[in-house]
């Protein structure tokens, strides 16, 4: 009963090692601007974050640069969206006659596109109160994550140590560096607890042994190694990927940033009206393509994984809080731009929202 016990607990505290243990999630974006770059350098320019070493431990390592660089492509994805959210508003604003100064950024998140597509959305009521109609014809985009971008990154190899520590001895296998006292798979140079095959002049055994060695082997030793495992394997479970909740939510947020989508279309076409329904139709011909790329291809599929890599960055503190101060300082670095870049994503698409919800878009 006893050994039973015992069995159990050590696989409990196996179980929980692999539960502990995340990897790194897993094209340039543009810079990453603000303080959390301040305290951990890594959220800065290009690149990616998945060689950085920012904690000692190697699990808290692996689950704080998966989470600085999900964190990472956020930021700098957010700044996208509103960069081309802005910019397409600007170009259809100057098409209209609006002056530049009335599409200067606003003080607020977001306030870029927010500025410069209000004045827009307002010139369209305007043209459209007067009679103007247009129609748009529209085939969306559709985007597929590239998987094979985080192929195994949440899958990290347990330390030989870990392995030896966590399996039962009786299921523990490898080339033993020392003395093996257990089944040898290859040949057996010592005493031989059963069948030899060959002996030696001391009448030691020097061949395969049917039972159990105590010496040295030269292949697989089973059990029990006196001095040092070299690629230990456990056969006592069948190891599961080492990925948790954390690092599988950033590697999805990390594919879902890299998707490959294809081009927004549309046909704009004037139902009624006369100049002033022309140059809408005309410009919107020339820059809808962009902006609902922006509000619907990036902004709108990204926003439910922009908010779940601000969940992991509140709950990533507790779980690696002993992880050391730089660490932490990414955390916290990365945790303060991704809920910026939430908050940006947010803002963008609703001033894209505003401009493409005042026509009417059909698919086809």
Not at 110 to 127: E, F, L, R, T
Not at 135 to 157: F, H, I, K, M, W
Request: hydrophobic share 40%.
């Amino acid at each position: 009963m006893r050994r039973g016990v015992a069995r159990s607990a050590r696989g409990l505290l196996a179980l929980a090692l692999l539960a502990s243990i995340a990897g790194p999630s897993c094209a340039e974006l543009p810079r990453v601007e603000g303080a959390g770059e301040a305290v951990c350098p890594e959220l800065r320019g290009p690149g990616d974050v998945l060689g950085a070493q920012l904690a000692a431990d190697a699990r808290a390592n692996a689950k704080v640069r998966t989470f600085v660089q999900a964190a990472k492509d956020m930021a700098a994805v957010s700044a996208t969206i509103e960069a081309q959210v802005a910019g397409a508003c600007r170009r259809m604003g100057a098409d209209l006659g609006i002056p530049p100064a009335q599409m200067a950024p606003r003080d607020e998140v977001g306030g870029q596109a927010s500025g410069a597509c209000g004045p827009v959305s307002a010139a369209m009521d305007a043209i459209l109160l007067q009679g103007a109609g247009v129609g748009v014809t529209l085939r969306r985009p559709a985007c597929e994550a590239n998987g094979a971008q985080c192929s195994g990154s949440c899958n990290v190899q347990l330390a030989p140590g870990q392995i030896v520590a966590y399996c039962e001895p009786a299921r523990l296998s490898g080339h033993c560096q020392g003395r093996c006292d257990g089944r040898c798979d290859g040949r057996c140079t010592g005493q031989c607890r059963g069948q030899c095959s060959a002996h030696d002049a001391q009448g030691r055994c020097a061949g395969q042994c049917d039972g159990e060695c105590d010496g040295g082997c030269d292949a697989t030793c089973h059990a029990r190694c006196e001095g040092t495992w070299q690629a230990p394997q456990c056969s006592w479970v069948e190891w599961p990927p080492s990925g948790d909740a954390e690092c599988e939510a950033c590697c999805r947020a990390h594919a879902a940033v890299h998707a490959a989508c294809t081009p927004t279309r549309v046909q704009v076409r004037v139902v009624q009206g006369g100049e002033m329904a022309a140059r809408l139709a005309a410009t919107l011909q020339a820059n809808l393509p962009a902006l609902l790329h922006a509000e619907v291809a990036l902004g709108r599929r990204l926003l439910g994984d922009a908010q779940t890599v601000v969940q992991v960055g509140a709950a990533l503190p507790r779980i690696v809080g002993d992880a050391g101060a730089r660490a932490l300082a990414c955390v916290a670095g990365a945790a303060e731009a991704s809920k910026s870049a939430s908050a940006r994503i947010q803002a963008s698409v609703r001033a894209s929202a505003s401009v493409t919800g005042r026509i009417g878009l059909t698919d086809g």
